[in-house]
Antibody
Framework: QITLKESGPTLVKPTQTLTLTCTFSGFSLTTNAGGVGWIRQPPGKALEWLALMYWNDDKRYRPSLKNRLTLNKATSENQVVLTMTNMDPVDTATYYC???????????WGQGTLVTVSS | EIVLTQAPGTLSLSPGERATLSCRASQTVSNNYLAWYQQKPGQAPRLLIYGASSRALGIPDRFSGSGSGTDFTLTISRLEPEDFALYYCHQYGSSPRTFGQGTKVEIK
């Protein structure tokens, strides 16, 4: 059974760096079994794809945010860390991590974590 | 970037009726890598359909997906009370991946 859970601060100040951790179980990023993606959803708005990391460490970022986003595996093999620099109030959103199936689609989602950017 | 346009924005129907949701892509979706998700308030999205027409595990057969290229459709054959929700299409055939703006299916 695949599960994912996001963790990190609920409130960050403008210009600060956001660090979110996705802790997962039921799959491994060290074998050919898909990957992990990050998606966000501002309050009352649509979903927005941010970044993904495949099992082979191939990483893709949303072009408009590429300079602000970094994805890395944590020291623990079942964690992925998303870093987003220079946070702005428009970045206020629920941030989801998700499992990418070997067929490339997102099949499982974390519960999401609401991050508010405010001074 | 592929832009996905969903129509209509809101669909007002009664339980038992048929729902037809459209998703049109600005460019051909590679390999028909098009998925549909259902989202209820305060919840994460749930996968319904992938590969344009393959139903995800545990999804009732009243949900079906069709289409190819740039035009895709999600059909709910007979609406159940729990089907009233927000629906998103998502293309994962090209980078960056993109989502549509959503269709809300509401009770008439």
């Amino acid at each position: 059974q695949i599960t994912l859970k996001e963790s990190g601060p609920t409130l960050v100040k403008p210009t600060q760096t956001l660090t979110l951790t996705c802790t997962f179980s039921g799959f491994s990023l060290t074998t050919n079994a898909g990957g992990v993606g990050w998606i966000r959803q501002p309050p009352g708005k649509a979903l927005e794809w941010l970044a993904l990391m495949y099992w082979n460490d191939d990483k893709r970022y949303r072009p408009s945010l590429k300079n602000r986003l970094t994805l890395n595996k944590a020291t623990s093999e079942n964690q992925v860390v998303l870093t987003m620099t220079n946070m702005d109030p428009v970045d206020t959103a629920t941030y989801y991590c998700a499992h990418l199936s070997p067929l490339h689609h997102v099949d499982f989602w974390g519960q999401g974590t609401l991050v508010t950017v405010s001074s | 970037e592929i832009v996905l346009t969903q129509a209509p924005g809101t669909l007002s129907l009664s339980p038992g009726e048929r729902a037809t949701l459209s998703c049109r892509a600005s460019q051909t979706v590679s390999n028909n890598y098009l998925a549909w998700y259902q989202q209820k308030p305060g919840q994460a999205p749930r996968l319904l359909i992938y590969g344009a027409s393959s139903r995800a595990l545990g999804i009732p057969d009243r949900f079906s997906g069709s289409g190819s290229g740039t035009d895709f459709t999600l059909t709910i054959s007979r609406l159940e009370p729990e089907d009233f929700a927000l629906y998103y299409c998502h293309q994962y055939g090209s980078s960056p991946r993109t989502f549509g703006q959503g269709t809300k299916v509401e009770i008439k």
